[in-house]
């Protein structure tokens, strides 16, 4: 149970650290050295920008409306 404790107080910890800018990622130079090519390391990746965290786009539904017949 202390363990789990410390888990959840850890990654509380880390959130909060990367949502007031205590601790800065590099994405661009992660996911390079991971071995993804088309990142370049030189220039800046935004988390949002990544195609991971990119929302997909919503399934086209098809009209339910009657369509007038001729």
């Known amino acids: 149970m202390l363990r789990w ?9 880390l959130g909060t650290a990367l949502r007031h800018g205590w601790l800065e990622v590099h ?6 050295d991971a071995g993804l090519t088309f990142v370049d390391p030189d220039e800046p990746i935004e988390l949002h ?10 399934p086209k539904r098809p009209s339910t409306l009657k369509q007038p017949t001729p």
Do not use: M, N, S
């Open 49 to 58: 920008e990544l195609p991971l965290f990119k929302p997909t786009p919503a």
């Open 27 to 32: 994405w661009h130079r992660l996911l390079h």
């Open 5 to 13: 404790l410390l888990l959840g107080l850890l990654l509380y910890g």
